[in-house]
Protein backbone atom coordinates (compact mmCIF):
# COMPACT_ATOMS: atom_id res chain seq x y z
CA UNK A 1 0.00 0.00 0.00
CA UNK A 2 2.83 2.53 0.80
CA UNK A 3 4.41 1.63 -2.09
CA UNK A 4 1.46 2.38 -4.50
CA UNK A 5 1.06 5.82 -2.81
CA UNK A 6 4.66 6.56 -3.17
CA UNK A 7 4.76 6.10 -6.90
CA UNK A 8 1.35 8.40 -7.48
CA UNK A 9 3.58 11.36 -5.62
CA UNK A 10 6.47 10.94 -8.69
CA UNK A 11 6.63 11.14 -12.29
CA UNK A 12 6.73 8.00 -14.47
CA UNK A 13 10.23 6.77 -15.15
CA UNK A 14 11.20 8.04 -18.84
CA UNK A 15 11.05 5.52 -21.50
CA UNK A 16 14.44 5.06 -23.59
CA UNK A 17 14.98 6.85 -26.64
CA UNK A 18 15.91 5.05 -29.74
CA UNK A 19 17.28 6.95 -32.60
CA UNK A 20 14.21 5.48 -34.70
CA UNK A 21 11.56 6.31 -32.16
CA UNK A 22 12.92 10.23 -31.99
CA UNK A 23 10.98 11.44 -34.41
CA UNK A 24 7.80 9.89 -33.55
CA UNK A 25 8.23 11.09 -30.00
CA UNK A 26 9.21 14.54 -31.25
CA UNK A 27 6.00 14.72 -33.17
CA UNK A 28 3.57 13.85 -30.25
CA UNK A 29 5.27 15.94 -27.61
CA UNK A 30 6.88 19.02 -29.98
CA UNK A 31 5.98 22.24 -29.90
CA UNK A 32 6.15 25.76 -31.91
CA UNK A 33 9.00 26.19 -33.69
CA UNK A 34 11.35 29.51 -34.34
CA UNK A 35 11.81 27.71 -37.82
CA UNK A 36 9.64 28.58 -40.29
CA UNK A 37 8.02 26.03 -41.80
CA UNK A 38 8.61 24.54 -45.33
CA UNK A 39 7.09 26.63 -48.03
CA UNK A 40 3.64 25.34 -49.67
CA UNK A 41 2.24 26.13 -53.18
CA UNK A 42 -1.26 27.44 -52.72
CA UNK A 43 -3.78 25.13 -53.59
CA UNK A 44 -6.33 27.23 -55.58
CA UNK A 45 -10.41 25.77 -55.63
CA UNK A 46 -12.14 25.65 -58.92
CA UNK A 47 -13.36 28.59 -58.58
CA UNK A 48 -13.98 31.72 -56.82
CA UNK A 49 -15.13 31.87 -53.44
CA UNK A 50 -16.65 34.75 -51.46
CA UNK A 51 -13.84 36.97 -50.21
CA UNK A 52 -11.10 34.61 -51.93
CA UNK A 53 -8.34 37.15 -53.18
CA UNK A 54 -9.00 37.82 -57.04
CA UNK A 55 -5.64 36.45 -59.02
CA UNK A 56 -3.87 38.14 -61.79
CA UNK A 57 -1.22 37.16 -64.25
CA UNK A 58 1.61 39.27 -65.57
CA UNK A 59 2.80 37.90 -69.37
CA UNK A 60 6.12 39.45 -69.39
CA UNK A 61 7.69 38.29 -66.41
CA UNK A 62 4.88 34.95 -66.15
CA UNK A 63 4.20 36.30 -62.48
CA UNK A 64 1.43 35.36 -60.84
CA UNK A 65 -0.41 37.58 -58.61
CA UNK A 66 -3.48 39.24 -56.59
CA UNK A 67 -5.28 42.21 -57.55
CA UNK A 68 -5.08 45.12 -54.92
CA UNK A 69 -6.97 47.38 -53.35
CA UNK A 70 -4.93 50.29 -50.77
CA UNK A 71 -6.25 50.86 -47.75
CA UNK A 72 -5.27 53.21 -44.98
CA UNK A 73 -3.34 52.00 -42.15
CA UNK A 74 -3.10 54.24 -38.57
CA UNK A 75 -4.00 57.50 -37.19
CA UNK A 76 -2.33 59.31 -40.28
CA UNK A 77 -4.57 57.16 -43.11
CA UNK A 78 -1.31 56.24 -44.94
CA UNK A 79 -2.21 53.71 -47.86
CA UNK A 80 -1.00 50.89 -47.81
CA UNK A 81 -0.94 48.60 -50.69
CA UNK A 82 -0.56 45.02 -49.96
CA UNK A 83 -4.40 44.85 -49.01
CA UNK A 84 -5.87 41.92 -51.77
CA UNK A 85 -9.15 42.77 -53.26
CA UNK A 86 -11.94 39.98 -51.94
CA UNK A 87 -14.13 38.49 -54.98
CA UNK A 88 -17.78 39.63 -54.55
CA UNK A 89 -16.69 42.14 -51.75
CA UNK A 90 -17.78 45.20 -53.08
CA UNK A 91 -16.44 48.42 -51.33
CA UNK A 92 -14.70 51.43 -51.20
CA UNK A 93 -11.44 52.36 -49.43
CA UNK A 94 -9.63 55.98 -49.23
CA UNK A 95 -6.04 56.61 -47.74
CA UNK A 96 -3.30 59.08 -48.03
CA UNK A 97 -0.07 59.31 -49.90
CA UNK A 98 2.66 61.78 -48.59
CA UNK A 99 5.37 62.60 -51.23
CA UNK A 100 8.78 63.66 -49.74
CA UNK A 101 10.18 64.61 -53.23
CA UNK A 102 7.44 65.46 -55.89
CA UNK A 103 9.08 66.00 -58.73
CA UNK A 104 10.46 62.57 -58.67
CA UNK A 105 7.78 60.58 -57.39
CA UNK A 106 5.54 61.92 -60.11
CA UNK A 107 7.57 60.45 -62.73
CA UNK A 108 8.22 57.27 -60.43
CA UNK A 109 5.74 56.25 -58.35
CA UNK A 110 3.18 53.98 -60.30
CA UNK A 111 0.66 54.64 -58.04
CA UNK A 112 -0.04 58.31 -59.56
CA UNK A 113 0.03 56.21 -62.87
CA UNK A 114 -3.17 55.08 -64.32
CA UNK A 115 -1.22 52.75 -65.97
CA UNK A 116 -0.55 50.85 -63.60
CA UNK A 117 -3.79 49.66 -62.81
CA UNK A 118 -4.70 47.88 -66.38
CA UNK A 119 -1.80 47.64 -68.33
CA UNK A 120 0.79 44.61 -68.31
CA UNK A 121 -1.11 42.64 -66.63
CA UNK A 122 -4.65 40.13 -67.18
CA UNK A 123 -7.12 38.92 -64.39
CA UNK A 124 -7.49 35.24 -64.14
CA UNK A 125 -11.25 34.17 -65.13
CA UNK A 126 -11.13 31.31 -62.43
CA UNK A 127 -8.16 30.21 -59.94
CA UNK A 128 -5.63 27.96 -61.09
CA UNK A 129 -2.53 25.84 -59.74
CA UNK A 130 -0.93 25.07 -63.02
CA UNK A 131 -0.52 26.17 -66.32
CA UNK A 132 -2.60 29.60 -66.84
CA UNK A 133 -4.14 29.34 -70.45
CA UNK A 134 -5.01 32.08 -72.51
CA UNK A 135 -8.71 31.46 -72.27
CA UNK A 136 -8.70 32.77 -68.54
CA UNK A 137 -7.41 35.58 -69.08
CA UNK A 138 -9.76 38.68 -68.98
CA UNK A 139 -8.54 42.07 -70.14
CA UNK A 140 -8.48 45.16 -68.14
CA UNK A 141 -10.56 47.55 -70.23
CA UNK A 142 -10.24 51.48 -69.37
CA UNK A 143 -12.42 54.03 -69.99
CA UNK A 144 -11.13 57.21 -71.19
CA UNK A 145 -7.79 56.20 -69.88
CA UNK A 146 -5.72 59.36 -68.77
CA UNK A 147 -2.37 60.27 -69.66
CA UNK A 148 0.98 59.53 -67.87
CA UNK A 149 1.54 62.16 -64.86
CA UNK A 150 4.13 64.49 -65.42
CA UNK A 151 5.77 67.76 -63.84
CA UNK A 152 4.57 71.47 -64.94
CA UNK A 153 5.71 74.01 -63.24
CA UNK A 154 5.93 72.83 -60.29
CA UNK A 155 3.05 71.17 -60.55
CA UNK A 156 2.63 67.33 -60.77
CA UNK A 157 -0.10 66.56 -63.01
CA UNK A 158 -2.75 63.79 -64.56
CA UNK A 159 -2.40 62.36 -60.71
CA UNK A 160 -4.75 59.40 -60.12
CA UNK A 161 -6.99 60.66 -57.47
CA UNK A 162 -9.68 57.95 -57.84
CA UNK A 163 -9.62 54.21 -59.44
CA UNK A 164 -13.32 52.48 -59.96
CA UNK A 165 -13.02 49.01 -60.87
CA UNK A 166 -16.09 47.10 -62.43
CA UNK A 167 -16.08 43.33 -62.55
CA UNK A 168 -18.74 41.39 -63.67
CA UNK A 169 -18.86 37.60 -62.51
CA UNK A 170 -21.13 34.77 -63.37
CA UNK A 171 -21.87 32.43 -60.59
CA UNK A 172 -18.64 29.22 -60.87
CA UNK A 173 -17.52 30.16 -64.07
CA UNK A 174 -15.88 33.29 -62.56
CA UNK A 175 -15.12 36.77 -63.81
CA UNK A 176 -16.91 38.01 -67.17
CA UNK A 177 -15.09 41.18 -68.06
CA UNK A 178 -12.90 43.92 -65.56
CA UNK A 179 -13.28 47.87 -66.73
CA UNK A 180 -11.17 50.24 -64.93
CA UNK A 181 -12.66 54.55 -64.32
CA UNK A 182 -10.06 57.15 -62.92
CA UNK A 183 -10.42 60.33 -61.46
CA UNK A 184 -7.22 62.55 -62.08
CA UNK A 185 -5.95 65.86 -59.88
CA UNK A 186 -2.60 68.13 -59.75
CA UNK A 187 -0.73 68.07 -56.96
CA UNK A 188 1.32 71.17 -56.00
CA UNK A 189 4.78 71.77 -53.91
CA UNK A 190 7.89 69.80 -53.88
CA UNK A 191 8.49 68.28 -50.39
CA UNK A 192 5.89 66.96 -47.96
CA UNK A 193 3.03 66.88 -51.05
CA UNK A 194 0.19 64.77 -49.78
CA UNK A 195 -2.81 63.13 -52.40
CA UNK A 196 -5.73 61.35 -51.14
CA UNK A 197 -6.66 58.56 -52.91
CA UNK A 198 -10.03 56.42 -53.54
CA UNK A 199 -10.33 52.77 -54.61
CA UNK A 200 -13.67 50.89 -55.24
CA UNK A 201 -14.44 47.15 -56.21
CA UNK A 202 -17.63 46.54 -57.39
CA UNK A 203 -19.29 43.45 -58.40
CA UNK A 204 -22.06 43.35 -60.40
CA UNK A 205 -23.68 40.01 -62.39
CA UNK A 206 -26.39 39.69 -65.36
CA UNK A 207 -28.99 38.31 -63.35
CA UNK A 208 -30.86 35.59 -64.81
CA UNK A 209 -34.82 35.17 -64.05
CA UNK A 210 -34.77 32.41 -61.75
CA UNK A 211 -32.31 34.26 -59.47
CA UNK A 212 -34.17 37.30 -59.03
CA UNK A 213 -36.99 37.30 -56.41
CA UNK A 214 -41.07 38.27 -57.45
CA UNK A 215 -42.54 42.02 -56.57
CA UNK A 216 -45.16 40.09 -56.80
CA UNK A 217 -47.97 37.38 -57.61
CA UNK A 218 -48.96 38.35 -60.08
CA UNK A 219 -49.64 41.88 -59.41
CA UNK A 220 -46.67 44.59 -57.80
CA UNK A 221 -46.70 44.59 -53.98
CA UNK A 222 -46.08 48.90 -52.95
CA UNK A 223 -42.95 48.82 -52.21
CA UNK A 224 -41.58 45.96 -54.49
CA UNK A 225 -38.37 47.06 -56.51
CA UNK A 226 -39.49 47.68 -60.08
CA UNK A 227 -39.05 44.64 -62.65
CA UNK A 228 -36.81 45.94 -66.04
CA UNK A 229 -35.32 43.94 -68.89
CA UNK A 230 -32.32 44.10 -70.77
CA UNK A 231 -31.48 41.91 -73.72
CA UNK A 232 -33.20 39.18 -71.94
CA UNK A 233 -31.73 39.54 -68.13
CA UNK A 234 -33.77 40.65 -65.97
CA UNK A 235 -32.61 43.57 -63.47
CA UNK A 236 -34.26 45.86 -60.95
CA UNK A 237 -34.93 49.58 -61.94
CA UNK A 238 -32.37 52.09 -60.35
CA UNK A 239 -31.72 55.85 -60.08
CA UNK A 240 -29.24 58.47 -59.40
CA UNK A 241 -27.83 57.94 -56.16
CA UNK A 242 -25.30 60.90 -54.70
CA UNK A 243 -21.89 60.38 -52.64
CA UNK A 244 -21.47 62.43 -49.14
CA UNK A 245 -19.62 65.13 -51.40
CA UNK A 246 -22.88 65.77 -53.47
CA UNK A 247 -21.32 64.05 -56.49
CA UNK A 248 -23.45 60.82 -58.43
CA UNK A 249 -22.01 57.56 -57.26
CA UNK A 250 -20.41 55.37 -60.11
CA UNK A 251 -21.75 52.14 -58.93
CA UNK A 252 -24.46 52.59 -55.89
CA UNK A 253 -28.14 53.66 -57.26
CA UNK A 254 -31.32 53.87 -55.55
CA UNK A 255 -33.84 51.17 -56.29
CA UNK A 256 -37.16 52.20 -57.69
CA UNK A 257 -39.80 51.02 -55.59
CA UNK A 258 -43.63 50.29 -56.52
CA UNK A 259 -46.05 53.02 -55.74
CA UNK A 260 -43.51 55.45 -54.34
CA UNK A 261 -42.86 58.90 -55.95
CA UNK A 262 -38.98 59.84 -55.35
CA UNK A 263 -36.55 62.74 -56.74
CA UNK A 264 -32.77 62.09 -56.61
CA UNK A 265 -30.29 64.84 -57.64
CA UNK A 266 -26.06 64.58 -58.03
CA UNK A 267 -23.44 66.51 -59.24
CA UNK A 268 -21.21 64.60 -62.34
CA UNK A 269 -17.51 66.53 -63.21
CA UNK A 270 -16.68 67.42 -66.49
CA UNK A 271 -13.49 68.45 -68.44
CA UNK A 272 -13.26 72.61 -67.38
CA UNK A 273 -12.60 72.99 -71.01
CA UNK A 274 -14.74 71.37 -74.23
CA UNK A 275 -14.31 71.54 -77.71
CA UNK A 276 -17.41 71.65 -79.91
CA UNK A 277 -16.52 68.05 -81.25
CA UNK A 278 -16.64 66.52 -77.93
CA UNK A 279 -20.74 67.78 -77.22
CA UNK A 280 -21.70 64.58 -78.45
CA UNK A 281 -19.23 62.85 -76.14
CA UNK A 282 -20.44 64.52 -72.69
CA UNK A 283 -23.97 64.24 -74.36
CA UNK A 284 -23.66 60.55 -73.98
CA UNK A 285 -21.55 60.76 -71.17
CA UNK A 286 -24.73 62.22 -69.14
CA UNK A 287 -27.14 59.64 -70.88
CA UNK A 288 -25.05 56.52 -69.50
CA UNK A 289 -25.13 57.85 -66.19
CA UNK A 290 -28.58 58.18 -66.23
CA UNK A 291 -28.60 54.79 -67.40
CA UNK A 292 -26.79 53.13 -65.18
CA UNK A 293 -24.95 49.72 -65.86
CA UNK A 294 -27.05 48.87 -68.73
CA UNK A 295 -29.88 51.00 -70.86
CA UNK A 296 -33.17 49.53 -70.36
CA UNK A 297 -35.47 48.28 -72.60
CA UNK A 298 -38.35 46.62 -71.33
CA UNK A 299 -40.94 46.75 -67.96
CA UNK A 300 -42.53 43.98 -66.54
CA UNK A 301 -46.51 44.52 -66.85
CA UNK A 302 -46.84 41.97 -63.18
CA UNK A 303 -44.65 41.40 -60.86
CA UNK A 304 -44.10 37.71 -61.25
CA UNK A 305 -43.07 38.17 -65.19
CA UNK A 306 -41.15 35.44 -66.78
CA UNK A 307 -38.31 36.77 -68.29
CA UNK A 308 -39.20 34.03 -71.41
CA UNK A 309 -42.86 35.01 -72.12
CA UNK A 310 -42.95 38.00 -74.11
CA UNK A 311 -46.85 38.97 -73.46
CA UNK A 312 -45.28 39.94 -70.04
CA UNK A 313 -43.49 42.88 -70.67
CA UNK A 314 -43.71 45.87 -72.50
CA UNK A 315 -41.38 48.71 -74.03
CA UNK A 316 -40.13 51.72 -72.10
CA UNK A 317 -41.04 54.78 -74.45
CA UNK A 318 -37.79 56.84 -74.62
CA UNK A 319 -38.12 60.57 -75.09
CA UNK A 320 -34.94 62.40 -75.74
CA UNK A 321 -34.77 66.01 -75.91
CA UNK A 322 -33.77 68.28 -78.89
CA UNK A 323 -29.82 68.33 -79.69
CA UNK A 324 -29.66 71.51 -81.10
CA UNK A 325 -29.21 74.63 -78.54
CA UNK A 326 -31.86 77.63 -79.11
CA UNK A 327 -29.77 81.13 -79.36
CA UNK A 328 -26.49 79.49 -78.20
CA UNK A 329 -23.71 79.04 -80.74
CA UNK A 330 -21.21 78.21 -78.15
CA UNK A 331 -23.54 75.45 -76.23
CA UNK A 332 -24.35 71.87 -76.05
CA UNK A 333 -27.37 70.75 -75.21
CA UNK A 334 -27.03 68.17 -72.59
CA UNK A 335 -29.75 65.92 -70.19
CA UNK A 336 -30.00 67.47 -67.13
CA UNK A 337 -33.28 65.93 -65.90
CA UNK A 338 -35.20 62.35 -66.51
CA UNK A 339 -38.55 62.10 -65.24
CA UNK A 340 -39.94 58.57 -65.32
CA UNK A 341 -43.31 58.61 -65.30
CA UNK A 342 -45.37 55.12 -64.56
CA UNK A 343 -48.79 54.25 -65.52
CA UNK A 344 -50.57 51.77 -63.63
CA UNK A 345 -53.85 50.59 -62.35
CA UNK A 346 -55.72 48.06 -60.33
CA UNK A 347 -57.26 44.95 -61.89
CA UNK A 348 -59.52 42.08 -61.11
CA UNK A 349 -61.60 41.19 -57.79
CA UNK A 350 -62.42 44.26 -56.02
CA UNK A 351 -61.99 42.01 -52.91
CA UNK A 352 -58.03 41.06 -54.44
CA UNK A 353 -57.40 43.88 -56.60
CA UNK A 354 -53.63 43.07 -58.03
CA UNK A 355 -51.54 46.50 -59.38
CA UNK A 356 -50.06 46.01 -63.12
CA UNK A 357 -48.30 48.48 -64.93
CA UNK A 358 -49.94 49.80 -68.22
CA UNK A 359 -46.88 51.86 -68.92
CA UNK A 360 -43.60 53.83 -68.78
CA UNK A 361 -42.13 56.16 -70.74
CA UNK A 362 -38.10 57.91 -69.75
CA UNK A 363 -39.14 62.11 -70.25
CA UNK A 364 -35.55 63.52 -70.66
CA UNK A 365 -35.23 67.29 -70.46
CA UNK A 366 -32.31 69.33 -71.55
CA UNK A 367 -30.39 72.39 -70.89
CA UNK A 368 -27.49 74.11 -73.33
CA UNK A 369 -24.12 73.71 -71.34
CA UNK A 370 -22.16 76.40 -72.42
CA UNK A 371 -18.75 75.42 -73.03
CA UNK A 372 -15.38 76.97 -71.53
CA UNK A 373 -17.04 77.78 -68.34
CA UNK A 374 -18.94 74.27 -66.93
CA UNK A 375 -16.90 71.82 -64.68
CA UNK A 376 -19.77 70.56 -63.42
CA UNK A 377 -23.46 69.54 -64.21
CA UNK A 378 -25.92 68.76 -62.04
CA UNK A 379 -28.68 66.06 -62.50
CA UNK A 380 -32.04 65.22 -61.36
CA UNK A 381 -33.74 61.89 -61.77
CA UNK A 382 -37.86 62.12 -60.72
CA UNK A 383 -40.07 58.90 -60.63
CA UNK A 384 -43.96 59.32 -60.72
CA UNK A 385 -46.57 56.84 -60.21
CA UNK A 386 -49.73 57.20 -61.94
CA UNK A 387 -52.88 55.72 -60.61
CA UNK A 388 -55.12 55.18 -63.59
CA UNK A 389 -58.05 52.71 -62.03
CA UNK A 390 -61.21 52.43 -63.40
CA UNK A 391 -63.24 51.69 -60.81
CA UNK A 392 -67.03 49.74 -61.57
CA UNK A 393 -70.38 51.42 -61.10
CA UNK A 394 -70.79 51.82 -57.28
CA UNK A 395 -73.38 49.24 -55.58
CA UNK A 396 -77.27 50.04 -55.06
CA UNK A 397 -78.13 50.87 -51.71
CA UNK A 398 -79.04 48.13 -49.26
CA UNK A 399 -82.54 46.79 -49.81
CA UNK A 400 -85.04 47.93 -47.40
CA UNK A 401 -87.42 45.68 -45.67
CA UNK A 402 -90.91 46.07 -46.41
CA UNK A 403 -93.52 45.70 -43.93
CA UNK A 404 -96.90 44.24 -45.03
CA UNK A 405 -99.54 44.78 -42.72
CA UNK A 406 -103.74 43.19 -42.73
CA UNK A 407 -105.62 46.54 -44.05
CA UNK A 408 -108.00 46.56 -40.95
CA UNK A 409 -105.48 46.28 -38.39
CA UNK A 410 -106.80 49.32 -36.71
CA UNK A 411 -110.27 47.88 -36.63
CA UNK A 412 -110.31 46.90 -32.61
CA UNK A 413 -109.08 50.76 -31.93
CA UNK A 414 -112.27 52.28 -33.63
CA UNK A 415 -114.21 49.95 -31.96
CA UNK A 416 -113.28 50.43 -28.34
CA UNK A 417 -112.68 54.12 -28.88
CA UNK A 418 -116.37 54.34 -30.52
CA UNK A 419 -117.73 52.36 -27.09
Known amino acids: MLERQTKLNYFQQPQDIKESDFVEFLEKYGRHSFLAPSQVQPSFSAFYRAGDPILIYFDSSSVLSMLRQPVKVGASGLCVDGNPAGFLDSKSTSCTRIFANLSKSCMTDPALDAASYYRDFT ?49 TSGIQSVSVQFKV ?24 SHMLPRSGNPGYITGAPLLIANSGAMQHMSILRSESDGSCSQFLRHM ?3 GRNMRTGCKISLSPILEDSNCSYVQQKLYKAFWGMNRTEDFAITGNAHSTEAEEWMTILIQNCSVQAVNCTSCCMVPVTLEIQILWTKVGLLSNPQAQILGVQHFYQCHPLKFLNMSTVPLTTVVTFTDMTDWPEPPRGQPQMHWKLPFDIFFPFKIAATL
Not at 128 to 143: F, I, P, W
Not at 148 to 153: L, S, Y
Not at 199 to 207: D, G, K, N
Open 185 to 208: SNISGNSRSSLQQHFTVHFWTRTL
Open 256 to 258: VQF
Open 123 to 171: VLKVPVNDTVMQSMKVNVTAVSPPGAPHMKDNTCTNVVSEVIYEIEYSG
